[in-house]
């Protein structure tokens, strides 16, 4: 608080008895940064002081966790002659507890960004990888963060589409 002590006065038999100044409480409810409240002071009858008040300063700190989300569905962006052999994943997220509770599990994806250099090759995609990656979208939450896609590596396949059978000569 500011300031740290404050100069009370009154009866010396009251005094005696105090050895610590009480505030009237602060409501923090639904603060969510670094605060300052003006706070009257909580004095007995009987006592007073020149100061009516001091400045407290609330440090805020946000719970932070992970959230796992099962089955989330796996889409392509580019080519189109792959296939995922995986149609879905496991996606954990990481970040504000609160912020993480609001997010719709509906509306977590993966999607594999195909480049068109890949020559009909199979392959798997990783995070990180050059070229060839995933992208997780979760609706652009503030403050949150992949933590992890299980598996880590999504195998492609190419895609073997089958001619139609027509009527033979």
């Given at each position: 608080?500011?300031?740290?002590?404050?100069?009370?006065?009154?009866?010396?038999?009251?005094?005696?008895?105090?050895?610590?100044?009480?505030?009237?409480?602060?409501?923090?409810?639904?603060?969510?940064?670094?605060?300052?409240?003006?706070?009257?002071?909580?004095?007995?009858r009987g006592?007073?002081?020149?100061?009516?008040?001091?400045?407290?300063?609330?440090?805020?700190?946000?719970?932070?966790?992970?959230?796992?989300?099962?089955?989330?569905?796996?889409?392509?962006?580019?080519?189109?002659?792959?296939?995922?052999?995986?149609?879905?994943?496991?996606?954990?997220?990481?970040?504000?507890?609160d912020v993480?509770?609001?997010?719709?599990?509906?509306?977590?994806?993966?999607?594999?960004?195909?480049?068109?250099?890949?020559?009909?090759?199979?392959?798997?995609?990783?995070?990180?990888?050059?070229?060839?990656?995933?992208?997780v979208e979760?609706?652009?939450?503030?403050?949150?963060?992949?933590?992890?896609?299980?598996?880590?590596?999504?195998?492609?396949?190419?895609?073997?589409?089958?001619?139609?059978?027509?009527?033979?000569?």
């Open positions: 608080a500011d300031p740290a002590m404050v100069e009370i006065s009154g009866p010396s038999v009251l005094l005696r008895e105090i050895e610590q100044v009480s505030t009237e409480p602060a409501d923090i409810s639904g603060i969510t940064e670094d605060t300052d409240f003006k706070l009257r002071l909580d004095l007995r006592l007073s002081s020149s100061r009516k008040g001091v400045v407290a300063h609330a440090h805020i700190i946000q719970l932070r966790s992970q959230r796992k989300l099962e089955n989330v569905p796996v889409s392509m962006v580019g080519d189109s002659n792959y296939l995922s052999a995986l149609e879905t994943v496991s996606v954990t997220l990481e970040g504000p507890t993480l509770a609001r997010i719709n599990p509906a509306d977590v994806q993966v999607r594999i960004v195909i480049p068109a250099d890949l020559d009909g090759r199979a392959v798997e995609v990783s995070a990180g990888s050059s070229g060839l990656h995933y992208v979760f609706g652009g939450a503030e403050q949150v963060s992949v933590f992890k896609v299980e598996p880590d590596r999504i195998p492609l396949v190419v895609r073997h589409d089958t001619p139609e059978e027509g009527p033979s000569p």
